[in-house]
């Protein structure tokens, strides 16, 4: 017997639960929103400027020498995390974080930034000397300066309100536009909550993050068209049937699917967190999440928008641009 | 939808070889070729190239010349490197060129034959704005407008002129460059200092850097195998101006102009090299320009030197210059720093110079780079700088790979439970998919970066997807009572819309994500969108494939899925 994540032919009354789905999703949101205005994201180095340096953490020395060697090299507060790299050959690390600079005599904004990275750099060699420390190494430094984290992070909101714009469109153009706002709905849900656990957990947000994002976007689109898609079907097939009893029987067709393709995706996106390293955690954190939350809006969220704005056109033919698959393959 | 006649399936083994071919060059690496790993401590071009060498010999050795032979391009944080955005300021660009101006004008008002000059005192440049004082403005304005509109000069390719002409109070002109001609000039100078940059970085032309430009202003230098960004912003914050100007080394002029801060008219207090201050004229006698090579060298007692040539022209100057001046200091000066300041023993003929100082060998290096490259219009900026060393990057390529492979048993267990021997060939199909796009990436010459890697595990993931849409609805109509065949045609039929509308919204966000991108994240969003292309292909044409033929022949009454 092959495994079946859902049963067959299943009959659940999916949107007799829309007003609970409907409070969970607003508590949620709201709670995102708490959660921004308070805590507020973690900003990386990409949107809030400033340095990181990752080096090998010498043996017999401690995360003290470390701080020792860079003391008053700049500006604020250094920030020094102990880490252990992955793989076989794992060593011990040694993080360094400083601020956005103030600049120094003679200094602007960015090269102030430029150069308390060098300084840093040059201090940690010679605290480290080769010949006293042979593993002593810089693994990465990374120094970005205010003007183009700035940047970076304008276009990072771009990119996200374009993509929902796009989508809006195309949905539009494809479906109906109840259908479109409906899952435009469903993405800003996925996209509000994932950055307000982001907050609560203080995971870092940078470029890769906006990455996931905009990837969680298209999957929780993707989950959206394939109930959608079943819905339209449906509305045309029972002209009789009230809508909330379309919209149940089209989620209990697709639930199957739905669960089988967030399990694979789900399972990608482990092996990524779990064995991809440090630098695609936060990444692979942010997908996991969104795949989760995307799941369920496709289910609760895009379709009782939907319910609840005016009625659709049920047609009185199938009107689908695409039929069947001729003349490929 | 269940034919395959045999030219379809000619189609598809085409691309299929096409991928496998596509793909395969990524697997010669060191030990799969048997050749001895490069010794890493040898920086001497002349090993790299030995060793590249036997490697694309072993390579040849069992891969026909013929065949594609494209590796995938590893990203900076995969292989290691030194990545630098870096700003050309316009206004200094501006600036500079308004001084290489000024003779121009200077020339303008002599040509009117009146000795004492229609200016009360010679011009003032400050910054990008130059202004001239009349000292009889009602006869003289219109005629100098008219004259300094005629040298006003064009940028580059474009027919921006360079300044905007003001008067004020009827006896002030004022040039100012508008910020349209400083746009202009920036835009001008970046192709000049782009190739500056290579020159200085990689003046033996050997190694594999990257200069791009971005927007007009900005220029992104990438490094790989590169571990101090230090160096290369040294070898770049240098505007990397050399003149040769006739000095002053005499001590009571020097203390003096210390203690004052002032100088006699035309002549410059400057810093030495090895300490100390040296006062030069102003105006240079020879400059970077009449240099034709520079490079490392070593003077009599064996230290690094730097050596240059002049070319013709000069070196006839610099023979009767020394000639002329024997006995007295020449300095040669860089960026306001006298790097040499020599006494003239005898006239030197033949052109060439040296510079000696304590230099290393790898600084003399440098620098002889910086004076071969020529002078930057204007200073670089830099305004990001990201360094990945060796070590990481391996250890990112361990865990991408480490990642992909878990991830790929994963799912094709999954698949196999969920689906039996359907799933099975789903698994082929997603296998063929991953070959399809690593043979795309290489193909096409992309780049794979880490989040690249996440991409195509992800990929891994939803690719699944367009055959699970189409297994559901073949379970549905075989619960209906269909046969197998009849199935699975109407399980294709009813996915397609679905599976288009799905892969195209996932394509709208990848390529959005293509757009502002930058380094890794550019090559999540090249994989991810590579990745939806092949996946459908392999859905719709593979998989089916795979189900029809096994249709055909084992004649199954039911299709356990």
């Not at chain 2, 040669?332 to 720093?337: A, T």
Request: hydrophobic share 45%; charged share 20%; glycine share 8%.
């Amino acid at each position: 017997m092959l495994l079946r994540l859902w049963p067959e032919n299943t009959k659940v009354k999916f949107m007799s639960f829309r007003m609970v789905a409907l409070v969970a999703s607003v508590v949620a949101l709201v709670g995102s929103a708490i959660m921004l205005s308070t805590r507020g994201l973690n900003l990386g180095i990409d949107f809030a400027g400033g340095s990181v340096i990752e080096i090998v953490q010498p043996e017999g020395t401690t995360a003290d020498d470390v701080r020792a060697a860079t003391a008053g090299m700049v500006s604020g507060e250094v920030n020094i995390n102990s880490a252990r790299g992955t793989g076989a050959n794992a060593v011990d690390l040694a993080v360094i974080r400083f601020k956005t600079q103030i600049p120094r005599e003679g200094e602007d904004a960015e090269s102030a930034q430029q150069n308390a990275n060098n300084r840093v750099r040059a201090a940690l060699t010679e605290a480290f000397p080769l010949e006293t420390y042979p593993d002593f190494a810089i693994r990465s430094s990374a120094a970005v300066g205010p003007k183009v984290s700035a940047e970076l992070f304008r276009s990072g909101v771009t990119a996200l309100g374009v993509a929902l714009l796009l989508m809006t469109i195309y949905i539009t153009l494809r479906f109906q536009w109840q259908y479109a706002l409906g899952a435009v709905s469903a993405l800003f849900h996925d996209v509000f909550i994932t950055m307000g656990v982001f907050a609560l957990t203080g995971f870092e947000f940078n470029l890769a993050t906006i990455a996931a994002l905009l990837t969680i976007v298209g999957y929780s689109m993707n989950d959206t068209v394939i109930v959608f898609d079943r819905v339209r079907e449906e509305m045309r097939k029972y002209k009789k049937l009230e809508a909330s009893q379309v919209v149940d029987l089209a989620i209990n067709a697709t639930m199957s699917r739905t669960l089988l393709t967030s399990t694979t995706t789900l399972l990608a996106l482990l092996s990524i967190f779990i064995f991809g390293g440090d630098v695609l955690r936060g990444m692979s954190f942010a997908l996991i999440f969104g795949v989760i939350v995307g799941t369920y809006s496709s289910i609760f969220v895009a379709s009782t928008v939907l319910l609840m704005l005016p009625s659709l056109d049920r047609g009185d033919k199938p009107k689908r641009e695409v039929e069947g698959f001729q003349g490929v393959g | 939808m269940l034919n395959f006649p045999r030219w379809k399936v000619v189609l598809i083994s085409f691309w299929l070889l096409l991928g496998t071919l596509l793909a395969l060059p990524n697997l010669f690496s060191e030990g799969f070729l048997g050749i001895e790993p490069v010794d890493t401590g040898s920086q001497d071009p002349r090993d790299v190239a030995a060793y590249e060498q036997q490697l694309a010999e072993a390579e040849a050795s069992w891969w026909p010349g013929f065949l594609p032979n494209n590796k995938l391009n590893l990203g900076l944080d995969l292989q290691g490197g030194v990545y630098l955005l870096m700003a050309i300021d316009p206004t200094e660009v501006a600036t500079n060129r308004l001084n290489t101006i000024q003779a121009d004008v200077r020339d303008v008002f002599r040509q009117r034959g009146d000795r004492e000059g229609i200016m009360r005192q010679p011009f003032v440049q400050s910054g990008d704005r130059l202004t001239i004082e009349l000292n009889e403005p009602e006869r003289q304005l219109d005629d100098a407008v008219r004259r300094l509109r005629s040298i006003n000069p064009t940028i580059g390719q474009t027919q921006t002129e360079l300044f905007d002409i003001n008067v004020s109070d009827d006896r002030f002109i004022q040039l100012s460059v508008p910020n349209s001609a400083k746009n202009a000039l920036a835009a001008d100078a970046q192709g000049k200092m782009m190739e500056i940059i290579r020159r200085r970085i990689d003046p033996d032309g050997v190694s594999e850097i990257s200069i791009t430009p971005q927007g007009d202003a900005r220029i992104i230098l990438e490094a790989p195998g590169e571990a101090d960004p230090k160096r290369i912003k040294d070898i770049l914050s240098q505007a990397g101006r050399l003149t040769f100007n006739m000095a002053n080394t005499s001590d009571s002029a020097i203390r003096s102009a210390m203690e004052t801060g002032r100088t006699l008219r035309g002549e410059q207090l400057v810093e030495q090299m090895e300490g100390g201050f040296i006062l030069i004229n102003r105006v240079p006698e020879l400059t970077g320009a009449d240099i034709v090579t520079a490079n490392r060298c070593f003077d009599e007692a064996n230290r690094p030197a730097v050596c240059f040539r002049l070319n013709g022209a000069a070196a006839n100057k610099f023979y009767n210059l020394t000639a002329r001046n024997r006995g007295e200091i020449f300095s040669i000066v860089l960026d306001d720093v006298s790097m040499s300041a020599p006494r003239i023993n005898e006239p030197i003929p033949g052109g060439s110079v040296q510079i000696t100082g304590q230099f290393t060998i790898e600084e003399a290096d440098d620098l002889a780079a910086i004076i071969e490259a020529g002078e930057l219009p204007a200073r670089l900026n830099f305004l990001e700088e990201r360094t990945v060393g060796p070590g990481l990057g391996q250890e990112s390529i361990e865990a991408g790979s480490r990642a992909s492979i878990i991830g790929i048993i994963l799912v094709g267990i999954f698949m196999m439970i969920a689906y039996g021997l359907i799933g099975g060939f789903a698994v082929g199909s997603l296998i063929a998919n991953i070959v399809l796009l690593l043979g795309a990436l290489s193909g096409l010459g992309a780049t794979l970066t880490l989040p690249g890697i996440a991409g195509i595990i992800l990929t891994i993931g939803m690719a699944v997807d367009a055959n699970v849409i189409v297994f559901e609805r073949v379970r549905e109509e075989q619960r209906s009572g269909r046969s197998p065949a009849t199935a699975l045609q109407a399980g294709y039929e009813h996915a397609f819309s679905a599976i288009l509308d799905a892969n195209v919204t996932t394509f709208i966000a990848a390529s959005i994500l293509y757009l502002i991108g930058s380094g890794p994240v550019k090559g999540f969003a090249v994989t991810l969108a590579i990745g939806i292309v092949t996946s459908v292909f392999t859905a719709f044409v593979v998989t089916r494939w795979f189900t029809v033929m096994y249709l055909r022949t084992a004649r199954p009454k039911r299709l356990a899925m």
